[in-house]
Nanobody
Framework: VQLQASGGGLVQAGGSLRLSCAASGRFFSSYHMGWFRQAPGKEREHLSA????????HYADSVKGRFTISRDNAKNTVYLQMSSLKPEDTAIYYCAASTIYNDPESYDYWGPGTLVTVSS
């Protein structure tokens, strides 16, 4: 599975962005997907996960209620809709694929990341 995230950019605080992660390969629909971010000087943070089988989702407390993960298996794409953005959301955002749902240590495949910058 090869992953490519897109949709990052510069947005004002309170604004919204939607990130997309396109996957190549035949087995996208058999992988649980997740979004991570890493800000300068900080550890990588697991933001959200979505199951391939039943669509269940999980969110970190830092983004719960503001971010929404979704997937379209027909398009081999996972999305992260981000709203009410804050300057502290500034980071490089990564999508990743795993055979285990919602296990931050289990992701096998990673995209190169897309930069999100939130100005105050």
């Amino acid at each position: 599975v090869q992953l490519q995230a897109s949709g990052g950019g510069l947005v004002q605080a309170g604004g919204s962005l939607r990130l997309s992660c396109a996957a190549s390969g035949r087995f996208f629909s058999s992988y649980h997907m997740g979004w991570f971010r890493q800000a300068p000087g900080k550890e990588r943070e697991h933001l959200s996960a979505i199951s391939y089988s039943d669509g269940r989702t999980h969110y970190a407390d830092s983004v719960k209620g503001r971010f929404t993960i979704s997937r379209d298996n027909a398009k081999n794409t996972v999305y992260l809709q981000m709203s009410s953005l804050k300057p502290e959301d500034t980071a490089i955002y990564y999508c990743a694929a795993s055979t285990i749902y919602n296990d931050p240590e289990s992701y096998d495949y990673w995209g190169p990341g897309t930069l999100v910058t939130v100005s105050s």
